[in-house]
C-alpha cells in the first residue's frame, strides 16, 4: 500500500524552530518528486516547499523562503521540513504529498499524508 | 506569481443537481490545472488531473474541461458523500491553489 505518514508537529514558541518529517512506503521513493502543503485553521491549501527525486533540486513559496529548508534521504524513504524562525502565521497542518509522475518536479499531487499539525504561539 | 481565482466561494445544492466550479488562472497556464476534494478533518484527494483526466477509482459523474486561463469542473449528479471543499491547483509555474468552493446539500 503506498502511504504517507508525517510527524514532528507540536507547539513551538515564535522564533523557534521544529523538523517535520515524513516516512514513504509502497513506491519507489527516489523516482518521485515530493511537497509539503500547509492548511492554516480554517483556511485553504497553501504549498510551501517541494523537491527532486534525487533531492538535488528544491523549490520554497516567498512565505517560508530563507526560514524553511526542504531535503529527503532516498536510503530511509523520508522527506523532511526543517523550519526555523517560526511565526504564529506558520500554524498549520501540515501535509507531505507525492508527486503523481516520475521524474518531473511539478504535476499532480496523487498520495497525500495525513498531516501533522503545527501551533507557533507563546 | 500565478493567481487563481475560484469561484464561487460556497455553494449549496440538492441530491441530483449538476454542480459547477470555475477556476480563472492569472495567466495562460495550458492545461496545468488539477482539482482536490478535501472532506473535514481529512487530507485532499486528487480527482481530475492535466484539466480533464480523471484519477483512476474517481467516479465518473466528476469530470473536469478547460485550457488556458477558463477551467471547469462539473458534479453530474450530486451524491450526498459529496460534500466537501473542492480546490483547483496549477502546476505551471511552481503551484497555486484556488481559494476553495465549499459544497453543502441544499
Known amino acids: 500500500e503506498v502511504q504517507l505518514v508525517e510527524s514532528g508537529g507540536g507547539l513551538v514558541q515564535p522564533g523557534g524552530s521544529l523538523r517535520l518529517s515524513c516516512a514513504a512506503s509502497?513506491?519507489?521513493?527516489?523516482?518521485?518528486?515530493m511537497s509539503w502543503v500547509r492548511q492554516a485553521p480554517g483556511k485553504g491549501l497553501e504549498w510551501v516547499s517541494a523537491?527532486?527525486?534525487?533531492?538535488?533540486?528544491?523549490y520554497y513559496a516567498d512565505s517560508v523562503k530563507g526560514r524553511f529548508t526542504i531535503s529527503r534521504d532516498n536510503s530511509k524513504n523520508t522527506l523532511y521540513l526543517q523550519m526555523n524562525s517560526l511565526r504564529a502565521e506558520d500554524t498549520a497542518v501540515y501535509y507531505c504529498?507525492?508527486?503523481?509522475?516520475?521524474?518531473?518536479?511539478?504535476?499532480?499531487?496523487?498520495?497525500w499524508g495525513q498531516g501533522t499539525m503545527v501551533t507557533v504561539s507563546s | 506569481d500565478i493567481q487563481m481565482t475560484q469561484s464561487p466561494s460556497s455553494l449549496s445544492a440538492s441530491v441530483g443537481d449538476r454542480v459547477t466550479i470555475t477556476c480563472q488562472a492569472s495567466?495562460?497556464?495550458?492545461?496545468?490545472l488539477n482539482w482536490y476534494q478535501q472532506k473535514p478533518g481529512k487530507a485532499p484527494k486528487l480527482l481530475i488531473y492535466?484539466?480533464?483526466n480523471l484519477e483512476t477509482g474517481v467516479p465518473s459523474r466528476f469530470s473536469g474541461s478547460g485550457s488556458g486561463t477558463d477551467f471547469t469542473f462539473t458534479i453530474s449528479s450530486l451524491q450526498p458523500e459529496d460534500i466537501a471543499t473542492y480546490y483547483c491547483?496549477?502546476?505551471?509555474?511552481?503551484?497555486?491553489f484556488g481559494q476553495g468552493t465549499k459544497l453543502e446539500i441544499k
Open positions: 504529498a507525492k508527486c503523481m509522475v516520475r521524474g518531473v518536479i511539478l504535476h499532480a499531487f496523487d498520495i
Open positions: 509502497g513506491f519507489t521513493f527516489s523516482s518521485y518528486a
Open positions: 523537491i527532486s527525486g534525487s533531492g538535488g533540486s528544491t
Open positions: 495567466q495562460d497556464i495550458s492545461n496545468y
Open positions: 492535466d484539466a480533464s
Open positions: 491547483q496549477q502546476y505551471d509555474n511552481l503551484y497555486t
